[in-house]
Every structure is written in structure tokens, then in C-alpha cells.
């Protein structure tokens, strides 16, 4: 299947939607279907063979904060022109609310369109003014997809309609090798976290509490902790003073450092109180193939397939996480078990996995359509006079 | 003896007049700072007004037109008048002199498109729109500018040592000025989506 994919987004700046798009894409091909990704990206920035660059995206206030969109009637002519030599069976718009390309490609399209919703809009109020000047390309979606029910929830509340949830895939391959950072994860054993330290449903106090338990009993153990904070000194103030050096705060990391993260200890903790419905940072745990303790909330106990696959300990009860920690630590054989568990068991949320519910979607809209092709009412605007 | 009296009595009038003339000279600039405000308030308003039109009109891509009625959204979502609710007091979510500064942005991404001009001229009703938005907003550009040299003149006025002294601005607030960005003109260097 011809498919083309429009992303609102600069290319050359990292990000979520980015992100989904380039594993979606990626993970279509490895399935055998043709894919183009149309996406802002300045001139000189190198991109993959499958992405058309719609020129440098234009720094903008929107929404209160600054984003860099393709807007105007140049980034009109330069999708309708990817759209016409592109002749796809189904267009796949990125977040269409943004105004940017993936607005201007409903706009100036007919045919089997299928748009995903990424984020979560608090405030409805913006989209009743708003509304009234998207709303031709908006009417064109054929099939929505949201990536949570958050997102979800949006849409049905604030557009109407309704929307396939279709959460975002892990792209395990990716996790599968790093090299651990220097001097981990070390003789003593070390366990790892990685998360905002300050959201209490993370539960990073869980896993301190734990720590003063383990700590004491095994002098060689350390904790590798990564994520965001507000003030990271205070993290390290929980603990009692003896304890403070054997904890290392790396801040937020980058992708690739975060991989090297999950390989740096012997056992990661998922100690989160609730407010998951995936738990992402587990599944790309899982992906690297060490050994998880989680606590035993819904969403992990699904995705450890109850306990198979990793450790699952009473949500919020510190001692017993400890417990179950420190037996995990003491017991390699059973690390290996529960390793090789994770890594079969997320494979079903690898993005080839997603990617088929996605095209199943794009099956879905195509029936009885004819391919995707220019509308009338992208054409009353001029042809792109500079190229 | 007398000569004296008359002297002393003379003196004190003349201070009497001098500081009630001060006085009167600092509230006539206070009222002056509100009619500033308003004539402000006023063309920031029109702006909106306008800028919304043009979002609406069907003349632009519709990119385009939802980043200026989500620019103008932004205006209206803030409550208080130009310049007057110190920050911190307002319930909106964001200042009024940001979200305004916001919408000056939005305007010039969208004016500075190179042939923007062009890709329009012939569609109806589009040149007197484009017209009707762009003296709006050199209207806030006049607006805004009187507004703060009557604000930096009753600034002056009660800063005085005298009027200080004697309070002689009673309890009016000093007035704030209202910085924004409000060119139209974009930057020789950010010529968007050029080649």
C-alpha cells in the first residue's frame, strides 16, 4: 500500500509526535508498504530516504509557548504537489488541530484520510474559537486514531466523534544493546529508576524507603536514578545521611543515555502508585532485558504477564519491595528467567505489532474509496512560484 | 513689624498656590493616563477584531488562519486593561502584554511570507482587509506610544521630592507602562520559508 504520512513538526527538533512517526514509518516499510513522511525540516538538515522535506518551519507563538510550524500558502503548493506525486491509497495526518502541514494536507486532499491525536487538550474553549476556521479539513478524516485515552477523551469531549486508541509501540530494537556507563553497574549490585522524581505516582519514595531497608544489609549497592526534577538536592535529603553517596542523580537524559541507563544495573524498579495505563518506561525496560521489580498496579501486571516476566511487589508497600528486590539481587539464575521473559513478552508491544493495528485502520478507510488525490479547494491558491 | 506679617502670610499663599498647582497638575496627568489607556485598550481590541476577520475570511490557508485566531484567543482570554493589573493579579493565564505580543508575532509570520501579498491580490475584499489589519495595528503602535509618554510623565511628576514629600498623588497608583512587541515590519534576517 502507497502511504504518506504528514507531520506538523520540524524534523530536526526531537519530539514525541517526531518520534511515533519516524518507528510508525519504519516499522510500515520493514512490512513491505511504500511510505513518504512530508515534515518541516530546514534545507540542510540530512533526512531518512523516506522523508520530503517542506521547507524550515517558522518559529511561532502558539498555544503560549513557541513552536516551529509550516504554515502559509508556499507549504500549501509544496503539499499538494507531494500529495499528487505521491498517488497514495490512504493519507495518515499527525495531529491535523496544530496549524501545520498535517491541517494543510486534509485541507487540500479528498479521499481515504486517517488523522492521529497525540496530546491531551485541558482547555476546550480555544477549539470552539478555533474551530470554525479548521473545520473543512477536519470534516475530511475518515478514521481517528488517538495514542491514549487521554487523548482520546479530547476528541470525543471537545470535537466529537470517537477515536480507536492505539497506543504507541516500544521499538525494541532498539533497547536490545548499549554499553553500560562507566563503572556500573559495579560489584555491589546496583538497581535502577528512571522517571520525575517529583511526581509522587512515580514512585520514587517507595523505592528510597526501600533503599534504607537494603541498603544497611548489602554495603556494596548503589541507585542509578535518571529523570527530571525540580529540585533534586531535596531527593537526596529523604535519605538518611550514610546512604546520600551510594544514590547517583543524572537529571533528565537523552534518549540514547537513557538506553545505557537500563543497561548500567542489575534489577530496574518500576515502583509507580497508580496513574498508568501503559507504563512505557517499563516495556522499554522489558526491551533491554533487565530484570524488572515493579509494583503490582493493573497496567504492569499486564504487561509482566502477572509476574512471569518480572518481579511484582505490593504497590506502595516499601518492604516489600525491598524484599523482592534483594531476593532478585541474590538469585542470577532467576534474573536470567525473568530477562529472557520480558524480552518475549514485549514483543507484542513492538511497533511492528502497532503498526499492523495501524494499517488495519488504513484498510478499514480505503475500502470502497478511491486513492487520495487534490481537491478543488487547494487549488484556488497559486502554484508554488520559487521552485 | 507688619512688613513682616505680610511677608510671611505672602510667602505662605504663594507655597499654598504653587502646591495645590502641583497637585492639580498630577492629577490632570492621571486622568490623562486613563484616556491613554482606553484610546490603547480600544485599538488593541479593534486589532483583535480585525486580525479575527482575516482568519476567518477564507483568504488564507487555514494553517494560517487557525495560528491567528488561536493568537487572538489568547488576547481575549486575559482579563484587565492594557498595562493596569500588575503581574501576578491576573487570572488569565497569560499576561495581556505577552498574549498581545504573541498576536504581533503571529501577524508578521504570516505578512512576511515572501509574495504573501501577491498570492492574495485579486481575491475579493482581500486587499481592503489586508489594509483594514495593518492600520490596526499601527494604531496600537500610536496608541501604545502616547500611552507611555503620558505614563512617563506622571512617573516624573510624582517622583518629585515635593510630591513626594507631601503625597500630593494621593493614593492613585503609580501608572505602568505597557511594553510589547507591535511591528508589523519583520527583521530583514527571518525571511520564512525562503529559499
Keep these: ?387 | 513689624m507688619i512688613t513682616d506679617i505680610v511677608i510671611v502670610v505672602a510667602a505662605a499663599l504663594l507655597a499654598g498656590v504653587y502646591v495645590s498647582w502641583r497637585a492639580g497638575r498630577i492629577d490632570r496627568l492621571h486622568a490623562r493616563v486613563e484616556m491613554a489607556r482606553t484610546a490603547l485598550d480600544v485599538t488593541l481590541l479593534r486589532r483583535s477584531s480585525v486580525a479575527m476577520e482575516l482568519a476567518t475570511s477564507g483568504l488564507l490557508d487555514p494553517a494560517t488562519g487557525l495560528l491567528l485566531a488561536a493568537a487572538v484567543y489568547g488576547t481575549r482570554s486575559t482579563p484587565g486593561s492594557a498595562g493596569l493589573v500588575p503581574a501576578g493579579q491576573q487570572g488569565g493565564e497569560r499576561p495581556r502584554d505577552l498574549a498581545e505580543s504573541d498576536l504581533t508575532r503571529a501577524l508578521r509570520a504570516a505578512f512576511s511570507q515572501p509574495g504573501f501579498r501577491t498570492s492574495l491580490s485579486g481575491k475579493d475584499g482581500a486587499d481592503e482587509l489586508l489594509a483594514e489589519v495593518e492600520a490596526a495595528a499601527h494604531q496600537v503602535f500610536l496608541a501604545r506610544k502616547f500611552y507611555n509618554d503620558v505614563v512617563a510623565a506622571t512617573r516624573e511628576a510624582r517622583a518629585r521630592p515635593l510630591a513626594r514629600l507631601l503625597r500630593l498623588s494621593g493614593k492613585a497608583q503609580a501608572p505602568q507602562f505597557f511594553e510589547m512587541d507591535d511591528s508589523l515590519v519583520a527583521e530583514k534576517s527571518s525571511a520564512p520559508l525562503g529559499r
Design chain 1, 1 to 387: 500500500m502507497k502511504i504518506g504520512i504528514a507531520c506538523p513538526y520540524s524534523w530536526d527538533v526531537p519530539g514525541g509526535v517526531q518520534q511515533h512517526i519516524r518507528d510508525l514509518a519504519e516499522a510500515l516499510i520493514d512490512e513491505g508498504h511504500e511510505v513518504s513522511v512530508i515534515s518541516p525540516a530546514d534545507d540542510d538538515t540530512p533526512l531518512p530516504p523516506y522523508v520530503v522535506g517542506a521547507g524550515r518551519a517558522v518559529p511561532v507563538p502558539y498555544n503560549g509557548s513557541v513552536a516551529r510550524l509550516s504554515f502559509g500558502f508556499l507549504s500549501v503548493s509544496r503539499v499538494r504537489r507531494w500529495i499528487r506525486d505521491g498517488a497514495f491509497d490512504v493519507l495518515h495526518v499527525h495531529e491535523p488541530e496544530i496549524p501545520s502541514l498535517s491541517l494543510l494536507a486534509c485541507w487540500v486532499a479528498s479521499g481515504p484520510i486517517v488523522a492521529t491525536v497525540h496530546t491531551a487538550i485541558p482547555r476546550s474553549r480555544i477549539l470552539l474559537v478555533t474551530y470554525p476556521v479548521v473545520r473543512t479539513g477536519m470534516e475530511k478524516i475518515n478514521g481517528r486514531i488517538a495514542v491514549s485515552e487521554a487523548a482520546r477523551t479530547t476528541l470525543v469531549e471537545h470535537i466529537g466523534g470517537d477515536a480507536v486508541v492505539i497506543p504507541n509501540g516500544v521499538a525494541t530494537r532498539r533497547y536490545r544493546k548499549a554499553d553500560p556507563l562507566p563503572g556500573w553497574p559495579g560489584p555491589g549490585g546496583a538497581i535502577g529508576f528512571l522517571g520525575r522524581l517529583d511526581e509522587p505516582r512515580k514512585g520514587l519514595s517507595v523505592l528510597l524507603k526501600a533503599f534504607e531497608i537494603l541498603g544497611p544489609q548489602r554495603p556494596g549497592l548503589r541507585l542509578l536514578i535518571a529523570g527530571p526534577a525540580a529540585d533534586a538536592e531535596e531527593v537526596l535529603h529523604r535519605l538518611p545521611a550514610g546512604l546520600r553517596d551510594r544514590v547517583v542523580l543524572l537529571g533528565q537524559v537523552s534518549e540514547d543515555d537513557k538506553v545505557r541507563v537500563l543497561h548500567s544495573v542489575d534489577v530496574f524498579c518500576s515502583p509507580n502508585t497508580g496513574g498508568e495505563s501503559f507504563g512505557i518506561v517499563t516495556a522499554e525496560a522489558m526491551a533491554a532485558g533487565v530484570p524488572i521489580v515493579a509494583s503490582d498496579i493493573d497496567a504492569f501486571r499486564q504487561v509482566l504477564r502477572d509476574g512471569e516476566a518480572g518481579e511484582l511487589f505490593a504497590t506502595g508497600d516499601a518492604a516489600d519491595l525491598a524484599r523482592a528486590a534483594g531476593r532478585l539481587l541474590d538469585d542470577p539464575a532467576r534474573q536470567a528467567r525473568l530477562s529472557a521473559a520480558a524480552l518475549a513478552a514485549v514483543a507484542d508491544y513492538d511497533w511492528s505489532v502497532v503498526a499492523r493495528a495501524v494499517f488495519s485502520v488504513y484498510e478499514t478507510v480505503v475500502l470502497g474509496s478511491t486513492p487520495v488525490a487534490v481537491t478543488a479547494s487547494g487549488s484556488d491558491f497559486p502554484q508554488d512560484g520559487l521552485s
